[in-house]
């Protein structure tokens, strides 16, 4: 099964899978981003809708066609405008030198797809832009509160160091936390937060 039949079923059906709020890290830290924002399978759009409230440009990127419809459902819900596009992180080129922050929020992606994407992501940032990420980490594997099941896709800080060789660390922390996102994300889990700047 492809992944984008995979997330398109996923998501067919009315209710939000990681609800209609934004992720609480990116909540606490979103003083810090300036855009254009290019947001990472952005999903549903609660974090896009969240930002755009705030007052940023953003650009969410997904494989699932259904997500970013519903994305648009929320952000006219809520009077804001969002801007997406439909692609897969396998083959999506960013904008060189264009945006102040690229977020990343559960977009768990095999390393296959993120040795590919990361440079670019690391060229599409403006000097001083930054990148906000949140991901499952591999110590989540042991736990049944979501995220995907294969090592490869969860994270670590050594890979974050290694993957984004050229940006400058703001936070890098690995952390248990309470996530409370909906059906899809729930319960105590172990996650990854990453800051990090691009030199100026
Ligand atoms: C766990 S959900 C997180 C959604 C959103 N970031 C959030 O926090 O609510 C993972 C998202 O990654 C998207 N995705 C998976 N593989 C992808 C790919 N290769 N390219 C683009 N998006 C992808 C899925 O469609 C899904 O929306």
């Avoid at 440009?57 to 994305?71: F, M, N, P």
């Avoid at 929320?74 to 897969?88: H, Y």
């Avoid at 945006?99 to 590919?116: E, K, N």
Wanted: net charge negative.
């Amino acid at each position: 099964m492809g992944e984008e039949f995979f997330w398109n079923k996923r998501y067919a059906n009315s209710n939000y899978v990681y609800g209609t709020e934004p992720n609480s890290f990116l909540a606490e830290q979103c003083h810090l981003l300036s855009g254009p924002v290019l947001s990472l399978s952005e999903g549903e759009g609660r974090n896009a809708v969240f930002m755009a409230a705030q007052g940023l440009d953003v650009l969410g990127v997904d494989i699932s066609q259904v997500a970013l419809e519903k994305a648009h459902q929320l952000a006219k819900s809520r009077g804001v405008e969002i801007r997406t596009v439909v692609a897969d992180l396998a083959t999506f080129v960013p904008e060189e030198n264009h945006y102040g922050a690229v977020v990343s929020i559960s977009a768990h992606l095999p390393s296959a797809i993120r040795h590919r994407l990361y440079p670019f992501i690391e060229r599409a940032l403006k000097p001083n832009g930054l990148i906000l990420l949140e991901a499952y980490s591999e110590n989540q594997l042991a736990k049944n509160s979501g995220g995907p099941k294969q090592l490869d896709m969860l994270m670590t800080v050594a890979k974050l160091q290694r993957e984004f060789p050229n940006l400058e660390p703001i936070l890098l922390q690995e952390i248990e936390r309470e996530v409370f996102e909906g059906e899809g994300h729930t319960g105590l889990a172990s996650v990854v937060q990453y800051i990090a700047r691009k030199k100026g």
